[in-house]
């Protein structure tokens, strides 16, 4: 019954911006800490970004912070990531995960970074 649906990938240029959605339902959502992640061609699995569950408290991976920005609207079971200074290392599938555990994933949305 969980679900997360990421969208809103594409192709953009370097140092262009990118704003990601990811859809959530079958699970209390305002409850639950969520994630970003993202898996590159020539990368395994990395970290992007956590946000808590009332959308205080955010994290970032070192090649992502100050650059992106995690939130949330718990009202509309969305969750948020705005991508600025895009960079071709950027270039990846990006996936929304529940918990901490990351225990349920969307299927990903592709973002391609290149001129």
């Known amino acids: 019954q969980v679900q997360l ?4 990938g594409g192709l953009v240029q370097p140092g262009g ?4 959605s990811c859809a959530a339902s079958g699970f209390t959502f305002s409850s639950t800490m969520m994630s970003w992640l993202r898996r590159a061609p020539g990368k395994g699995l990395e970290w992007v970004a956590d946000i808590d569950e009332g ?3 955010e ?10 920005t995690i ?4 009202a509309k079971g969305m969750l948020y990531l705005q991508m600025s200074s895009l960079q ?7 996936y929304c995960a529940m918990g901490p555990a990351r225990r349920a994933w969307g299927q990903g949305t592709q973002v391609t970074v290149s001129s």
Do not use: H, I
């Not at 911006?17 to 990601?20: K, N, T, V």
């Not at 994290?59 to 992106?68: A, D, E």
């Not at 071709?88 to 990006?94: G, L």
């Open 17 to 20: 911006s990118l704003r990601l």
């Open 59 to 68: 994290r970032y991976g070192n090649y992502v912070q100050g650059r992106f």
């Open 88 to 94: 071709p290392e950027d270039t990846a599938v990006y």
């Open 5 to 8: 649906v990421e969208s809103g």
């Open 71 to 74: 939130s949330r609207d718990n």
């Open 55 to 57: 959308g205080g408290g």
